[in-house]
């Protein structure tokens, strides 16, 4: 064909975000699809067998902010909306087990999420939500026994036992030390923690969620799909390993081991990224580990919009980046689904814009069709295609990892952080050089827009909830609080569960952050090597 005939392109190279080459037409030749109905092993077509056809996937959105009374109010108003379930925003004071008066907390109060210091804040989050009726997800970490021994603690006040409770912790230590920061001891006082969790749930809350694996955070740190999916199933790999190390059987905790991915604007390669990460799951419970069980071979998983792609500049076109995202989450067969809103680059959502990130997701599950359909691209050539291949660059970064000694060893090397920072580092040139095009960003350029409406937060919150913890400390019984700490000191100097003194130690009114101060003395902090 002469140069005259040939066909213009817009532009010299096609590829995913991933970076993964894509040709022109797919056909039969270059996928072999999985043709094992959805839920079989090993899943790549989804958990359930009628998936949405059974039911939708849990509509939760993630909020919090101020107060526990501030909080408690948006929980209603999404609930009143349409929301099927609550996920909890915490502040980083909560997250790095500091209390609210604490000279490291000032000026973080509520700001990123809500301020949680005692069983009396919980009680008034959770004010006139019957939790027998909800589940609940709370992102939480290197507190996350303690905001668990909270919620358990309410739950037993509104009359449900822990038994009943359902819910999720994200209680994923490892992903802080990779891409997000929010972790207090050092690795083997975390990993203790959350296997004593494990074990404390399988017969005291068995239908809790222990751990919601996360992609996510590793994915709004830089790293691309293939390896959110190979770095997330890495940290899973090093869970189940720590679990069976401290005498659980694999199939007394593996059913109740959760994920937690984002999900980004290539809108193929994300459906992809997600079977490709149910089948790798499947196979590794079953022929690395042994599981028996079909619940602990599936890659059950909640996914969140990706924040990272919000743009404060023309934020209402983040409406359309949200409705792509969320559609490819549902049909690459997610459990649950927060959906952003669009003004989430400029500050804390206002009501109007969760309210639409919210009926974003009823109108996909109500009116777009396809929830009807069972795994609607399965058979895709393109799509299966790009199945095999994540799965197949991903598994390569897990051979690695498991050169290097697992998950832990290769955190405690950088290993992970590298890869995430490199491809971090190619994107935003590729942006720099217009070879990333982002709308409104570096092309569709509007020189003066319309402000949006944006949520701030009162500084007096700060101050008032100073004095709730003055005034909680000032009335509690001494002597049970002093017993209480004591008990938890003297478990975390041995190695007994810590969860029994931790939900001893909240109810004997005991704060997040004197419960931290305890195991900070027994554990030690980390503090990475640079």
Request: net charge negative; hydrophobic share 40%; with cysteine.
């Amino acid at each position: 064909m002469s140069d005259e005939r040939k066909p213009k392109l817009r532009k010299t190279r096609f590829a995913t975000d991933a970076d993964i080459e894509i040709k022109g037409a797919f056909g039969p030749d270059d996928a072999r699809g999985d043709t094992t109905p959805p839920g079989q092993f090993p899943f790549t077509r989804g958990v359930q067998p009628t998936m949405y056809r059974g039911q939708l996937w849990t509509m939760r959105q993630y909020a919090g902010f101020g107060t526990a009374s501030e909080s408690n109010k948006r929980y209603k108003y999404l609930l009143a909306q349409g929301g099927k379930g609550l996920s909890v925003a915490f502040d980083l004071p909560t997250q790095m087990g500091r209390d609210s008066d604490h000279p490291m907390a000032h000026g973080e109060v509520g700001r990123v999420g809500v301020a949680i210091d005692s069983l009396e804040d919980m009680r008034v989050l959770f004010d006139g939500i019957p939790l027998a009726d909800v589940s609940t997800s709370m992102t939480i970490n290197a507190t996350a026994a303690t905001l668990l021994a909270l919620y358990i603690a309410v739950g037993e006040e509104q009359g449900t036992p822990a038994s009943a409770l359902r819910g999720t912790i994200q209680n994923d230590i490892l992903k802080e030390y990779i891409a997000r920061g929010t972790y207090i001891y050092p690795p083997a006082g975390s990993m203790r923690l959350i296997t004593d969790t494990f074990t404390y749930c399988s017969t005291s809350v068995p239908q809790w969620n222990t751990v919601s694996i996360s992609g996510y955070h590793i994915r709004e740190a830089g790293s691309d799909a293939v390896q959110e999916v190979a770095f997330t199933l890495a940290d899973g790999i090093a869970y189940v390993k720590a679990a069976l190390d401290a005498g659980l059987a694999v199939d007394e905790f593996a059913p109740r081991l959760s994920f937690f991915f984002n999900v980004h604007n290539n809108f193929l390669e994300e459906v992809a990224k997600f079977r490709a990460a149910r089948r790798m799951w499947a196979k590794i419970m079953r022929e690395r580990f042994g599981a028996k069980s079909a619940k602990s071979q599936m890659l059950r998983f909640h996914t969140q919009t990706a924040g990272v792609t919000l743009q404060a500049q023309q934020p209402l076109v983040n409406v359309v980046r949200v409705t792509v995202q969320a559609l490819a989450a549902v049909l690459g067969g997610t459990q649950s689904l927060h959906t952003n809103s669009y003004d989430e680059a400029l500050g804390l959502p206002t009501e109007e814009a969760a309210r639409i990130a919210l009926r974003t997701q009823q109108v996909i599950g109500n009116e777009s069709g396809v929830a009807d359909f069972i795994d609607p691209l399965g058979g895709s050539y393109a799509v299966e295609w790009m199945t095999d291949e994540i799965e197949k660059r991903a598994q390569a970064y897990l051979d690695e990892i498991d050169k290097l000694g697992g998950m832990v060893h290769a955190i405690e090397q950088s290993y992970p952080q590298k890869e995430i920072e490199r491809r971090a580092y190619e994107h935003q040139r590729a942006v720099e050089a217009k070879e990333r095009i982002v709308v409104g960003v570096n092309e569709y350029v509007m020189t003066e827009e319309e402000p949006v409406p944006v949520a701030t937060i009162d500084p007096a919150l700060e101050r008032e909830q100073c004095q709730r913890l003055a005034a909680l400390r000032a009335k509690r019984n001494a002597t049970s609080h002093a017993q209480a700490l004591k008990a938890l000191d003297d478990a975390a100097a041995g190695t007994a569960n810590l969860l029994p003194p931790i939900v001893g130690a909240v109810k004997a009114m005991a704060t997040v952050g004197e419960i931290a101060d305890v195991m900070r003395k027994r554990f030690g902090e980390y503090h990475p090597a640079t």
